[in-house]
């Protein structure tokens, strides 16, 4: 039996137990039994920290009870991807890889969550090394989306947004290198942020490609992503004022070209639902183009693959059994890349950040689909779009590499559903990552229609 | 070397050390290869093409 349950926000925890409503406690015990109930299942946790989760709820309480209030992330359960380090856990990324390691310290992100109060609930299972975009490939099994058990929620960051779906965790930090906050969300109808690079330190964090990983939250609304983003970022990045404003006159480019041209039907139609709510809202729209859009995937091939294998060829010489037998491939790819291509790659990537900052030029924003198609099968290597069928991996890095390659700023938020009940997202891109927030708390509401996803109710 | 002498010689080096499965991935990234090296923003040394500039990193 389905039904449409409307997730529960870090905002509206944060005013409840103010209130005197609930606590931290019991709002972390709620997150506990979830993990309880349906993990066995979904399999969105590598590992869970119940007794100290419930120990540092208890602290959060007291805290706020003896006057002294962090701010709106004091007592609220997170989950972590488990590719930041933890101190005193081990960093799995989800592979044999580093089953003996063991955090000496906190990832920066941590410690900030940490010092803001959050209640740290588990770590999150994901795509080996963050290499993939559907986690079947983990040292600790496949992900399942908690709405559908046989499709992927998406990923990397799958257990992250899983975990925040089934209502394991208010919200979750993950890590995005070509699209792994902003595909599970789409896929699982959450609120998922990529900052501008740089905005949030990756110190902690296992790189997959460093010049392309962001660090960032997925969550229910954008409201909580800012409150996330606020608390993670680097000073000088939580810029502009409070996250409020109106969507009338705002003015959005909407890239068509190469963008639309390998798009799921469903997801088509949501998406221009979505452009008619925003223009009955008052935004003004009109077509932007890439012009350099068909090198996208070529580009960024070359320089993730090409900085994943530097970091990967030691123990892809001295334990190359502990991958996963794709990973290996892959990471082994990266390492008969020329210089040349490489350096190339790096050329083309200023072309591409000159012409996404010229078509932003004016406008408030950028808007496209999320993802291509709605959650795809485990298992499946294909995907059909339309009268073809195209590499899973391939149509699901399509409309958000690019943004890790030119460092701008995105947010993906809930924009309609299929006719089964997956969620389909909307892509939103700016400048920087405080007016972004603000433009998109301004329009969430009309890409939205409605904030209610359906979860199966047990 | 051309796209398609890389490819020849990574395809052999790669049977070489054991690793045949790394053939697809190898022609993915061949293809690639060839998709940059034909785009109109590569430089060429007699200056028969015109550089597209460099841009910032998104400013904020």
Known sequence: MTGPVELPSIVDLAGSIRAGETTSEAATERCLAVIRNRDASINAFIAVLGETALDAARAADRELRSGRDRGLLHGVPISIKDILDMSGLPTTAASHVRREHVAARDATVVARLREAGAVLVGKTNLHEFALGTTNEESAYGPVHHPLDATRSPGGSSGGSAASVLAGMAYASIGTDTGGSIRIPCAACGLVGLKPRFRDVPTQGVVPLSASLDHVGPLCATVADAAAIFRTIADAPAIDGPPVTGSARGLRLGVPRRYFFDLLDDEVARAFEATCARLTDAGVLLDEVAIPHASEIAAIYLHVALTEAAAFHARTLESRPDDYTPTIRVRLEAGRYVLAEDYLRALRGRDVLRSEVSAALDGRDGLLLPSLAVPATPLGAATVRVGTVDEPVRNVTLRLTQLFNITGHPAITVPCGATGSGLPIGAQLVGSATASLLQVAAALEAPIRGSRSVTLPRS | ?60
């Not at chain 2, 080096?13 to 991935?25: E, K, T, V």
């Open chain 2, 1 to 60: 070397m051309t796209p398609e002498d890389w490819l020849e010689s990574a395809r052999a080096d790669a049977r070489h050390r054991g690793l045949p499965d790394l053939r697809p991935a190898l022609e993915g990234l061949a293809r690639a290869a060839g998709v940059m090296r034909a785009a109109d923003w590569n430089d060429d040394a007699s200056g028969a093409s015109e550089s597209a500039p460099a841009a910032p990193a998104p400013a904020g």
